[in-house]
């Protein structure tokens, strides 16, 4: 005889399910912490990834910030000024320019090209605090291409200059092209519009803004974006350094000879923070921010490209030392005068990666935050004959 089959009591159901919905909840509780864990760390790696990004590139501008300028900086045309003209639409490489227009310093009263120029405060304002805007300068570090190519006599990085010609601010430079090596206007390594030229020879130095190249000569036509081109007698002008008077005129080497001068390419890299403009153009509430880096001053020829993502602050202090006037060091300076511009002997530089998603893993850690920051002594700012610094910051009272 079969015994009669029993089935769980409703007690015993209850306290089952009981159990069971617990197990469930602490199982989806253990998931959703691992989830939110997990989402913590990866946006911690990558804000401070784009931290870093944003450091190591600084770093490498900084150590080359002056080379080849004289210690004084170059002076510059009143007029010269950077421009920059926003890109939004979705079709095109989206960028934002500098929320402040950018300026030469001024120093002894001229408009002068120094290896750090900073600018305090001048940037967008990112969660209620304002940033700074940086602007590096030294001369093209290429190496002598001759060394690949022995039968050559004349580098790429130092072009003689053969002939000149002038007329107004328009300023035509002719080289060596059978000495030249690689060609001035090589499409890897040669010249292009928008590039920048330091004419120098023992008159001085001046800068031009390329605005055309051909095999033999470059042309720094009037009219540039930068309005460096400018006549003679123009503070700051090319035709100055060449020694041309008013008019049009023609040096060579053989009618009126030239100075011996030397062309080289100048980059100026400036450094500030702004807004993706596509996602503002969306009408986000996000508005991630990103670090820009504009090189030279003409977004026609060269547009801003962000060089990291979610950087929401950008600043920038800066050590002088003056042994000439018997002062000592001045750390931390966050607003120069124009006396102190060349006494730069070490430039702190600081930025914040924050991310723009949100995580409740950690109690008030919802927006990651990763504060980074390098010092760093351009050797072609740190280490020369302290006593020619007595021209740059005038009498030492």
């Known amino acids: 005889m079969k015994k009669p089959q029993r089935g769980f009591t409703l007690v015993e159901l209850l306290v089952a399910v009981s159990l069971g919905l617990l197990v469930m909840g602490a199982g989806v509780v253990v998931y959703q912490q691992a989830q939110a864990s997990a989402t913590y760390v990866s946006q911690r790696t990558a804000v401070q990834a784009n931290a870093r990004a944003a450091i190591n590139q600084l770093g490498q501008n900084l150590n080359l910030a002056g080379y080849g300028l004289p210690i004084g900086g170059v002076v510059v045309p009143s007029a010269a000024v950077f421009t920059c003209t926003n890109s939004s639409g979705s079709s095109t490489y989206a960028y934002n320019c500098p929320a402040s227009a950018l300026a030469f ?23 209620g605090n304002q940033t700074d805007v940086l602007m590096i300068a030294y001369v093209d570090s290429s190496p002598n291409f001759y060394q690949d190519n022995p039968s050559v006599t004349l580098g790429f990085d130092s072009h003689p200059l053969l002939q000149a010609t002038v007329s107004g601010g328009t300023t035509t430079l002719y080289f060596d092209t059978a000495n030249t090596y690689p060609a001035i206007n090589d499409a890897q390594w040669g010249f292009k519009p928008g ?6 020879n023992s008159s001085g130095e001046a800068i031009g803004e390329v605005t055309s190249v051909t095999a033999s000569y470059l042309q720094l036509a009037s009219g ?4 460096l081109n400018q006549p003679h007698g123009t503070s700051g002008s090319v035709p100055n350094v060449l020694g041309f008077a008013s008019g049009t005129e023609t040096y060579n080497a053989t009618t009126n000879p030239l100075l011996a001068t030397t062309v080289n390419r100048v980059y100026i890299f400036s450094y500030y923070a702004q807004t993706d403009p596509l996602l503002e153009a969306s ?10 880096r504009m090189v030279n001053g003409d977004s026609s020829k060269n547009p801003p490209v962000p060089v990291a993502e979610q950087i929401s602050n950008l600043t920038f202090t800066y050590n002088l030392f003056n042994s000439v006037c018997g002062g000592g060091l001045l750390a931390n300076q966050e607003i120069l005068t124009t006396s102190q511009i060349g006494l730069i002997k070490t430039v702190n530089a600081s930025v914040t990666g924050a991310s723009t998603l949100k995580t409740t893993a950690v109690p008030g850690q919802a927006i990651q935050q990763v504060p980074l920051s390098t010092s ?8 020369y004959d302290s006593y020619s610094s007595t021209t740059l910051v005038g009498s030492c009272s």
């Not at 540039?224 to 309005?227: G, I």
């Not at 009408?283 to 820009?292: E, I």
Request: hydrophobic share 40%; aromatic share 6%; proline share 8%.
């Open 195 to 200: 590039d920048l030229v330091m004419v120098s």
């Open 283 to 292: 009408g986000t509430s996000a508005n991630p921010t990103r670090l820009y």
């Open 224 to 227: 540039d974006a930068m309005s």
């Open 376 to 383: 760093v002594s351009p050797r072609n700012l740190s280490f």
């Open 105 to 127: 310093p001024v120093t002894s009263g001229n408009a002068t090209l120094t290896g750090v120029m900073g600018g305090y405060l001048p940037g967008v304002i990112i969660n």
